[in-house]
């Protein structure tokens, strides 16, 4: 080194030790320079092992962060003399990634979880809550964040997370049996064999979103529900309810749909290879992908004219279905809600409808010969001229509904309430009443050899009824309109008559009521 006494640069002793001052100060921020360098290096480092599990998008918003930051230190370093202290000033959205990376190594407890969101912590994006338990939960509310957040096999059962945001998350293996999932954006998130069994979907958003494996069996999809580009590859899709979802580039590969709902289901560029779509129903409506061979996948018209003889279709919602003329002879529709549908001219006979719904149906001169209706509701439906010889229809709920001209020959009505009812000009021959309230209109119905045995008629209109050879022993027929009605050979034993009009009546001996 020159001697300062020598060297012209320098003037006097003070400006070398200035100089030397200088120089150590900027050793000392080159140091630090290095360390928060190798620290920048360590989180790339980390950055680049989770590249192929974490989302590309997130991926490329860290680089570019850390790449600016780099930059930042670059023009520190060449401009040292603007460093008036001898410490850097790590940038405070640096320290709080710092803790939300520390979030991610390590689990967080349940009661860590709720301690923190009692201190007003809703935003749980990036942290590590896999395996937690908030079953039952109501965690309802758009400020709620679990973007990013790793939920793996959560026991998320019966949680209500409406409006939630689990963006991007992973929550493979999650139990979310039964879960509310109105309005919550699960774009993105990993759903791999999670359990969404009887979980409610409204409104929720799934874009690009992997199901793979998930069991959706008998869910609701159709209220408005974003699947697009989605992964349901060898998902269990049974008996879902997909009617009008729009499948559009979504993979259902390998994914199990038999009796699923697709009715005006639009699978425009979905995947279908390998699927199962047995017994699966769809309309003319329903859009399949080109070159889809709708004869192998052995799946259910539900149209006009369509053929489903002994067809099962037991359980499957097919409200306001047109199916004029349809053969469903021996078909199986126990549980089936056919609630507005249209079975107008329709063959049912000997069909199972047993506990099903065709509240409001439409089944002008429909045949139900020897079907089954235990038990159906067949409340306010029109049933004008349909032909019910020998159907079972006892305990059905007839509440409204309209017999006009209709065929109950030998049919068993049992136990059944006629409230409102029209049977006006309907044919019961030989039918069984026993046991039954009625309440409506019976003019000019045939009840010919009838069993109305300890059966309710009180009020009703049963004028010029054909009562011939009926069995009416212990019948209410107080306040009973029986003008003009026809008696002949009834045994009206223990029938109570009491304020009875039978004006024009014929009685049991034939003889004419005055």
Not at 313 to 341: M, R, V
Not at 342 to 355: K, W
Request: proline share 2%.
């Amino acid at each position: 080194m020159s001697n300062p006494e020598l060297d012209p640069l320098w003037e006097t002793p003070n400006d070398y030790h200035r100089l030397v001052s200088q120089v150590e100060q900027l050793q000392q921020q080159q140091n630090v320079l290095v360390k928060y360098l190798a620290e920048l290096k360590r989180r790339l480092d980390i950055l680049s092992e989770r590249f192929d599990t974490r989302p590309e998008l997130e991926e490329i918003l860290k680089l570019q962060d850390a790449l600016a930051r780099l930059q930042e230190l670059s023009l520190i370093q060449s401009r040292p003399n603007l460093v008036s202290d001898n410490t850097i000033q790590v940038p405070h959205r640096v320290l709080a990634q710092s803790d939300r990376d520390e979030d991610s190594k390590r689990n967080i407890t349940l009661e860590e979880f709720w301690q923190r969101h009692n201190n007003g912590q809703c935003d749980f994006s990036g942290c590590n809550l896999a395996q937690i338990n908030l079953s039952g939960q109501s965690l309802n509310a758009s400020d709620w964040n679990f973007s990013y957040s790793n939920l793996g096999q959560a026991n998320l059962r019966k949680t209500n997370l409406s409006f939630v945001n689990l963006s991007s998350s992973n929550l493979e293996g999650a139990q979310l049996c039964e879960a509310i999932l109105e309005q919550t954006n699960l774009a993105e998130a990993n759903l791999e064999n999670a359990d969404l069994r009887r979980a409610t979907f409204s409104h929720t958003k799934l874009t690009r979103a992997n199901l793979s494996g998930a069991n959706l069996s008998a869910v609701n999809l159709s209220f408005q529900v974003e699947l697009e580009e989605a992964s349901l590859r060898k998902a269990n899709l049974i008996k879902a309810n997909l009617q009008k979802v729009k499948f559009y580039k979504v993979d259902l590969s390998e994914a199990n749909l038999s009796r699923a709902n697709l009715l005006a289901t639009d699978f425009t560029e979905a995947n279908l290879q390998n699927a199962n779509l047995q017994q699966a129903v769809y309309d003319l409506l329903t859009v399949f992908p080109e070159d889809f061979e709708l004869t192998a996948a052995k799946v259910y018209l539900i149209a006009p004219n369509t053929i489903l003889s002994k067809a099962n279709l037991a359980g499957y919602d097919l409200a306001e279905a047109s199916l004029i003329k349809a053969d469903l002879q021996a078909a199986n529709l126990y549980s089936t809600n056919l609630s507005g549908a249209n079975l107008s001219e329709a063959n049912c006979a000997q069909a199972n409808f047993s506990c099903a719904n065709l509240n409001g149906a439409i089944m002008l001169q429909t045949s139900f010969c020897a079907a089954n209706l235990r038990e159906a509701n067949l409340r306010y439906a029109n049933l004008i001229a349909a032909d019910f010889t020998e159907a079972n229809l006892s305990r059905a709920s007839l509440e409204g509904a309209n017999f006009t001209a209709a065929n109950l020959s030998r049919a068993n009505l049992q136990n059944t309430h006629l409230k409102k009812i029209n049977l006006s000009g309907a044919t019961l021959t030989g039918a069984n009443l026993i046991g039954v309230v009625f309440q409506g209109n019976l003019s000019g119905a045939d009840l010919s050899g009838a069993k109305l045995c300890g059966a309710n008629l009180s009020q009703a209109n049963l004028s010029a009824v054909n009562l011939t050879a009926a069995d009416l022993r212990g019948v209410d027929l107080r306040n009973t309109n029986l003008e003009t009605a026809n008696l002949t050979g009834a045994n009206l034993s223990g029938a109570n008559l009491e304020s009875a009009r039978l004006s024009g009546a014929t009685m049991p001996d034939g003889s004419l009521h005055e």
